[in-house]
């Protein structure tokens, strides 16, 4: 027996934890700094941390269904209704229930390219097919309605991301009104804003409350630094009150998770200092480091480096862990993550070396 014919599907390849790394290279873990998923260099906020501390105990009884005290926080934060808060198992997950909600079989999406890998994938699972828009280093990878609207061709979904992965690009608002404007009424705008904390640009959630065919991607892995308890949500439109309750998995968004999750949203301060920290980490890399880079609004920067493959393979040996961008299409670039400035100015000191000695 076999799964269903998984071919047309895209194989994901996870970044290797830093444990693995450190046992391939024979060192202990802490020796290493890995700037490569856009993690929160400063951990989790402590508030958060605090929240759940005497949770284990409670492991065994079922998350409440709804999380409405999240659901109300989030809903408080941007002028919306509760309803459409669709809380997930991190943006991952809140891009599936978009994709379930909306595709039939045979449906197509629009992508940008290069681009995040999941919007694909989420698609396939849900047995819609894929159609790209490309992004062109020759205007810094500029994402523009004209860019968007020249490649579309009636799809269901058109994703947006802003600050993008793994450019660090954003989407003015204007040009997203343009692009919701333009394209049919059946189709939904996905503005993915998972590094939206980092941005200085206004969320495009003003747009779902003044349209229905947008919805936007939130999620705690960054600015909030809770990735590894995989929570995010989407903004959707307000008709689609009841779309939320028919289509979510059961308990998908755990009960510790959304716990964290309040109390991080109680820590202005955590944020503020991650934000900072990536605002210095971005000029420090673009001033110091002697390679092109590309200006980024998220907490990671485009780096030009010829063979990523090889730079990112000799920045390993020296203990530094980078994302090789050949798998977004990019052969000659590496993203760095922004670090804590020790970790940010150890990694551009290796980089530099490593790009000396080539
Ligand atoms: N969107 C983008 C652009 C991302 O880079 C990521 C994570 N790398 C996500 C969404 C989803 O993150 P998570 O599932 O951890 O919320």
């Known amino acids: 027996m076999q799964p269903r014919d998984l071919s047309a599907h895209v194989e994901y390849v996870a970044g290797r934890g830093i444990e693995e790394v450190a046992r391939e290279l024979g060192r202990e873990p802490d020796e290493l700094i890995k700037l490569a998923s856009n993690e929160n260099a400063f951990g989790p906020s402590p508030k958060a941390v605090e929240a759940i501390r005497d949770r284990a105990a409670s492991v065994h009884s079922y998350p409440k269904a ?3 005290d999240l659901a109300e926080r989030l ?4 002028a919306v209704d509760p309803e459409q808060v669709w809380l997930a198992n991190g ?3 809140a891009l599936d229930y978009l994709a379930r909600a909306m595709l039939e079989p045979g449906d197509e999406v629009l992508v940008p390219a290069p681009g995040f890998a999941y919007y694909e994938m989420s698609a396939r699972y849900h047995h819609g097919t894929v159609n790209e828009y490309q992004l062109s280093k020759d205007d810094e990878f500029a994402q523009t309605a004209d860019t968007v609207l020249s490649a579309y061709d009636g799809e269901r979904i058109v994703y947006l991301t802003s600050p993008h992965n793994p450019t660090g690009t954003v989407v003015a608002p204007a040009e997203i009104e343009r ?36 919805a936007v991607l939130r999620t705690f892995s960054k600015a909030y630094g809770l990735a590894g308890l995989r929570l995010g949500y989407a903004v959707t439109p307000s008709e689609w009150a009841d779309a939320y309750a028919r ?7 755990s009960e510790i998770a959304c716990r964290a999750g309040l109390a991080a949203l109680d820590d202005d301060a955590h944020v503020e200092k991650t934000v900072e920290t990536v605002e210095w980490a971005r000029s420090y890399i673009d001033d110091a480091v002697e390679a092109p880079t590309y200006d980024s609004q998220g907490n990671f920067v485009l780096i030009e480096v010829g063979d990523a493959s090889g730079v990112a393979e000799a920045l390993k040996h020296k203990g530094v862990i980078v994302r090789d961008c050949t798998s977004f299409g990019l052969d000659d670039c590496i993203r760095v993550t922004c670090g804590t400035k020790p970790e940010t100015r150890r990694a551009v000191d290796a980089l530099n070396e490593v790009l000396a000695a080539r």
């Open 75 to 78: 809903a408080e934060r941007w």
């Open 66 to 68: 709804s999380h409405a």
């Open 247 to 253: 289509i979510n998995t059961p308990f998908a968004a």
């Open 179 to 214: 692009i919701a404007a333009e394209t049919d009424e059946e189709t939904l705008v996905v503005v993915d804003e998972a590094y939206g904390e980092f941005a200085d640009v206004d969320s495009a959630i003003e747009l779902v409350e003044q349209r229905d065919d947008v």
């Open 91 to 93: 943006g991952d997950g």
